[in-house]
């Protein structure tokens, strides 16, 4: 860790330029990428945790914004032994101080959607929904979980792809996305915060889609790429096809990760994670999200909740304690686990019979979302805001490359292929300008 005095300078410092953004709230050391693989600190990171989603899509509902919810759900948390949790649905409008304050001192990390039902790409008509009202209600998002340490990562998208190739021509507006959600982070925070994209798992097309979010000019490629696996039903490493998953995937040069993961087809015997533990699979991947805490229509869950307002008891189902069985029998690896130190890109996916992508260009951000990159985005719509799915126009302009590389705190590093996307030096240099700002500032 800084010290103190050096980081509140550098927090002073950053605050002025960005427009006075909130300091972070919690005292837990940030996740970061390096390579191939998620790091705390210098230990090795693997996900190990549950998506959560108390009510499911139909309850519309903040599990983050209400401690009557979290808290006893922490606590179970806490019994699973688990390290990460993914949110689909959070209120921008709302503050989340405690929740995410009871994570971090239970040591878990947050991983958020960054759209909503609201405010998201329509796979359909993905052009008139990239507009300026979506990114102010993602930047809003951010904005409010950037403040704490525990937010690892931002999905910038979830199975907007999927099976139909007509979908994968939204493909370029979830790209966009991304390159300026990382593009406002860097601008306007003083710390890494992940964003990647959350995919379906499409044979047809699950390669290319790795591959489209990982090519071109380093601020338009992810940071990780995960997707949501289900090939798994109570079998093991060869019959579920994941060993040919791995080798797919190897020296893919991201992070990696299964944002969904738990067949039931069968009893949930949860050994997907003897395997994600596994030397066959850590140099590759760093961990998985099992689907899901609570039960819902879908049937998935290990927690059930008998209240719509979600603050009921919690009653432990048979598979929340084969879930925690398989975290306790299966910990994470000590070392490095073979991960890879660099980090590169892959080229471009060309257009098929199964990918509608014919430009590696990517849409210009609009025009009156750019003020946000100094302004920031002010009070987000919150989950029942008017929408934005059809406030842009038909067609959109065409960015040139690396235009979202403006702004910065040391995050992007032009030599990524070779050092990663963070090093030390760019954070020397990086501290060192903002010192050399401060003192300037103080001797005026």
Same mark, same amino acid.
């Given at each position: 860790?800084?010290?103190?005095?050096?980081?509140?300078?550098?927090?002073?410092?950053?605050?002025?330029?960005?427009?006075?953004?909130?300091?972070?709230?919690?005292?837990?050391?940030?996740?970061?990428?390096?390579?191939?693989?998620?790091?705390?600190?210098?230990?090795?990171?693997?996900?190990?945790?549950?998506?959560?989603?108390?009510?499911?899509?139909?309850?519309?509902? &903040?599990?983050?914004?209400?401690?009557?919810?979290?808290?006893?759900?922490?606590?179970?948390?806490?019994?699973?032994?688990?390290?990460?949790?993914?949110?689909?649905?959070?209120?921008?409008?709302?503050?989340?101080?405690?929740?995410?304050?009871?994570?971090?001192?239970?040591?878990?990390?947050?991983?958020?959607?960054?759209?909503?039902?609201?405010?998201?790409?329509?796979?359909?008509?993905?052009?008139?929904?990239?507009?300026?009202?979506?990114?102010?209600?993602?930047?809003?998002?951010?904005?409010?979980?950037?403040?704490?340490?525990?937010?690892?990562?931002?999905?910038?998208?979830?199975?907007?792809?999927?099976?139909?190739?007509?979908?994968?021509?939204?493909?370029?507006?979830?790209?966009?996305?991304?390159?300026?959600?990382?593009?406002?982070?860097?601008?306007?925070?003083?710390?890494?915060?992940?964003?990647?994209?959350?995919?379906?798992?499409?044979?047809?097309?699950?390669?290319?889609?790795?591959?489209?979010?990982?090519?071109?000019?380093? &601020?338009?490629?992810?940071?990780?790429?995960?997707?949501?696996?289900?090939?798994?039903?109570?079998?093991?490493?060869?019959?579920?096809?994941?060993?040919?998953?791995?080798?797919?995937?190897?020296?893919?040069?991201?992070?990696?990760?299964?944002?969904?993961?738990?067949?039931?087809?069968?009893?949930?015997?949860?050994?997907?994670?003897?395997?994600?533990?596994?030397?066959?699979?850590?140099?590759?991947?760093?961990?998985?999200?099992?689907?899901?805490?609570?039960?819902?229509?879908?049937?998935?869950?290990?927690?059930?909740?008998?209240?719509?307002?979600?603050?009921?008891?919690?009653?432990?189902?048979?598979?929340?304690?084969?879930?925690?069985?398989?975290?306790?029998?299966?910990?994470?690896?000590?070392?490095?686990?073979?991960?890879?130190?660099?980090?590169?890109?892959?080229?471009?996916?060309?257009?098929?019979?199964?990918?509608?992508?014919?430009?590696?260009?990517?849409?210009?951000?609009?025009?009156?979302?750019?003020?946000?990159?100094?302004?920031?985005?002010?009070?987000?719509?919150?989950?029942?805001?008017?929408?934005?799915?059809?406030?842009?126009?038909?067609?959109?302009?065409?960015?040139?490359?690396?235009?979202?590389?403006?702004?910065?705190?040391?995050?992007?590093?032009?030599?990524?292929?070779?050092?990663?996307?963070?090093?030390?030096?760019?954070?020397?240099?990086?501290?060192?300008?903002?010192?050399?700002?401060?003192?300037?500032?103080?001797?005026?």
């Amino acid at each position: 860790m800084r010290s103190v005095s050096l980081l509140s300078a550098l927090a002073a410092v950053t605050a002025v330029q960005a427009g006075a953004v909130k300091p972070r709230q919690t005292k837990i050391t940030p996740v970061t990428a390096k390579g191939n693989a998620f790091y705390v600190g210098n230990q090795r990171f693997y996900v190990r945790g549950v998506d959560y989603q108390p009510g499911g899509s139909s309850a519309n509902l &903040d599990p983050l914004a209400d401690p009557d919810v979290c808290k006893p759900d922490i606590e179970k948390f806490i019994k699973l032994g688990i390290n990460v949790i993914r949110v689909y649905s959070t209120d921008n409008a709302k503050d989340h101080t405690e929740c995410m304050n009871l994570l971090a001192d239970a040591g878990i990390y947050v991983v958020l959607d960054a759209n909503n039902p609201l405010y998201s790409i329509n796979r359909e008509k993905p052009a008139p929904s990239y507009n300026a009202e979506y990114l102010q209600s993602v930047f809003a998002t951010i904005d409010e979980f950037a403040k704490y340490d525990n937010t690892m990562a931002f999905f910038s998208g979830n199975e907007v792809i999927h099976d139909l190739v007509e979908t994968t021509r939204a493909a370029r507006f979830v790209k966009a996305v991304t390159r300026d959600m990382r593009q406002y982070i860097r601008t306007r925070f003083n710390r890494q915060i992940l964003v990647g994209y959350s995919a379906a798992d499409v044979q047809e097309n699950r390669m290319q889609t790795a591959a489209y979010f990982n090519c071109g000019p380093d &601020d338009e490629r992810s940071d990780f790429f995960a997707f949501n696996d289900y090939s798994w039903c109570t079998s093991n490493f060869i019959t579920s096809g994941w060993d040919k998953k791995v080798q797919n995937f190897t020296d893919y040069g991201l992070p990696i990760f299964l944002s969904e993961y738990g067949c039931i087809q069968n009893v949930r015997d949860f050994g997907e994670l003897e395997s994600l533990m596994h030397s066959n699979m850590t140099s590759v991947y760093s961990g998985g999200l099992m689907y899901e805490y609570t039960y819902e229509e879908n049937k998935y869950g290990i927690v059930t909740i008998d209240d719509k307002a979600q603050k009921g008891p919690r009653k432990e189902l048979p598979e929340f304690a084969n879930f925690a069985k398989a975290m306790k029998d299966f910990p994470a690896p000590a070392g490095d686990g073979g991960a890879s130190p660099t980090t590169h890109s892959q080229p471009c996916p060309t257009k098929d019979a199964h990918w509608d992508v014919d430009s590696t260009l990517l849409p210009a951000m609009p025009e009156g979302a750019k003020k946000y990159l100094t302004d920031g985005a002010g009070k987000g719509p919150g989950l029942n805001g008017p929408g934005s799915q059809n406030s842009g126009p038909a067609e959109v302009e065409d960015a040139a490359p690396g235009s979202g590389a403006g702004g910065g705190n040391g995050n992007t590093n032009k030599n990524a292929a070779t050092k990663g996307r963070m090093d030390n030096a760019s954070l020397f240099v990086s501290g060192a300008v903002l010192v050399a700002t401060l003192m300037g500032a103080v001797a005026l």
